[in-house]
T-cell receptor, first 112, second 112 residues
Framework: ELKVEQNPLFLSMQEGKNYTIYCNYS?????LYWYRQDPGKSLESLFV?????AVKQEGRLMASLDTKARLSTLHITAAVHDLSATYFC????????????FGEGTQLTVNP | DAGVTQSPTHLIKTRGQHVTLRCSPI?????VSWYQQVLGQGPQFIFQ???????GRGNFPDRFSARQFPNYSSELNVNALLLGDSALYLC???????????FGPGTRLTVL
């Protein structure tokens, strides 16, 4: 059974600081996704990582993928209050169609 | 272009009742998946439909059923509602059976 674990589950940080969220998955997967979710809202796609060593950056967020370690990281640089949200990673396997298995989420709070 | 749409946005039901949730995929997308997200958790996969056939089912009881129509829209039905069915129900569509999914705004179901 495919399992996805994120840590930390809760993260409180000050504006201007850097931090990393980790996502481990238990078996080989084809794609890894990062999503952002604001309270009461749906999922906003941030990144899709397809291959080992993939790195993508958007603004203050950078995601990377190490398929050998089954690990993805979401790095936050110089956090700002607007980044406060819950971040999910998810993986899929083509043998299971588009079915996504999600982590528990990391609730990020950026304090002024 | 319109994204994935879902209706209704909010719904309140009582235990034992039945509910139908609706989803329209992005134009041209042939696959629809349903997810349940209980407060404080990551989304859990319920069903995937592709070309009007069920192609994947998560670990949910038979009270949950779905179908996909010739225009690729989909309905999720839940019978004999329980308090634990209270959740945000997310619909996602993709072009084919595999590939990136795009999420709708969700339906918030409250069971009293």
């Amino acid at each position: 059974e495919l399992k996805v674990e994120q840590n930390p589950l809760f993260l409180s940080m000050q504006e201007g600081k850097n931090y990393t969220i980790y996502c481990n998955y238990s078996t080989t997967s084809d794609r890894l996704y990062w999503y952002r979710q604001d309270p009461g809202k749906s999922l906003e796609s941030l990144f899709v990582l397809l291959s080992n060593g993939a790195v993508k950056q958007e603004g203050r967020l950078m995601a990377s993928l190490d398929t050998k370690a089954r690990l993805s990281t979401l790095h936050i640089t110089a956090a700002v209050h607007d980044l406060s949200a819950t971040y999910f990673c998810a993986v899929d396997k083509e043998t299971s169609g588009s079915r996504l298995t999600f982590g528990e989420g990391t609730q990020l709070t950026v304090n002024p | 272009d319109a994204g994935v749409t879902q209706s209704p946005t909010h719904l309140i039901k009582t235990r034992g009742q039945h509910v139908t949730l609706r989803c329209s995929p992005i134009s041209g997308h042939k696959s629809v998946s349903w997810y349940q997200q209980v407060l404080g958790q990551g989304p859990q996969f319920i069903f995937q439909y592709y070309e009007k056939e069920e192609r994947g089912r998560g670990n949910f009881p038979d009270r949950f059923s779905a179908r996909q129509f010739p225009n690729y829209s989909s309905e999720l039905n839940v019978n004999a509602l329980l308090l634990g069915d209270s959740a945000l129900y997310l619909c996602a569509s993709s072009l084919y059976w595999v590939g990136e999914q795009f999420f709708g705004p969700g339906t918030r179901l409250t069971v009293l």
